[in-house]
């Protein structure tokens, strides 16, 4: 599964971090790191609750 990163669309709410910091890295500034994300096996639940909790739908499951 993968995280795809809309950075475009990030407003820094952070919401992903505080559900899976390992998953959803932040920069300085609170916003979500360029670059999609490769979640790993086992991850997946942990991972889809903290893409699903962005206010401003900027992660997508690409579930390929
Ligand atoms: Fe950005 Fe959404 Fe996370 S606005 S910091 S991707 S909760």
Known sequence: ?????????????ARCAAHAPHIFKLDDAGYILAGNIEVAEGEEL???????????RA???DRE
Request: proline share 4%.
């Open 59 to 61: 992660l997508k499951l």
């Open 46 to 56: 942990t991972a889809s609750r903290g893409a699903r909790s962005c206010p401003e």
């Open 1 to 13: 599964m993968r995280i795809i990163v809309q950075n475009a669309k990030c407003q820094g709410h």
